[in-house]
């Protein structure tokens, strides 16, 4: 599985972003597509996943409401519309790829990951 985000950027705190994730060589009949983010000196946090199974979206409770997942078939890609952008929510967002999620936005047991876009959110 290849999997590659964009449209990272630095907007001011408030403000929106449209990350994307192109991804390619997967079964998509058992999979799920989601994001993590990764800031300076933080672990790893999970922020949204996608089932194909019954096409839900999960959300870490930390964006709960401000970013909504999507995703779209026809191009194998996923998207995640992030509004009221806070300097917390800096970081590099990766997509990865796994055989499901749970109810925090996490994938569950994920094998792949792309490269990440950057978000960086201005006070």
């Known amino acids: 599985v290849q999997l590659q985000a964009s449209g990272g950027g630095l907007v001011q705190t408030g403000g929106s972003l449209r990350l994307s994730c192109a991804a390619s060589?997967?079964?998509?009949?058992?999979?799920?597509l989601g994001w993590f983010r990764r800031a300076p000196g933080k672990e790893r946090e999970w922020v949204s996943c996608?089932?194909?199974?019954?096409?839900?979206?999960y959300y870490a409770d930390s964006v709960k409401g401000r970013f909504t997942a999507s995703k779209v078939n026809a191009k194998d890609a996923i998207y995640l519309q992030m509004n009221s952008l806070k300097p917390e929510d800096t970081a590099v967002y990766h997509c990865?790829?796994?055989?499901?999620?749970?109810?925090?936005?996490?994938?569950?047991?994920?094998?792949?990951w792309g490269q990440g876009t950057q978000v960086t959110v201005s006070s």
């Open positions: 996608i089932s194909t199974y019954d096409g839900r979206a």
């Open positions: 060589g997967f079964n998509q009949d058992d999979y799920a």
């Open positions: 990865a790829a796994g055989y499901g999620c749970n109810g925090q936005g996490q994938v569950r047991d994920f094998y792949s």
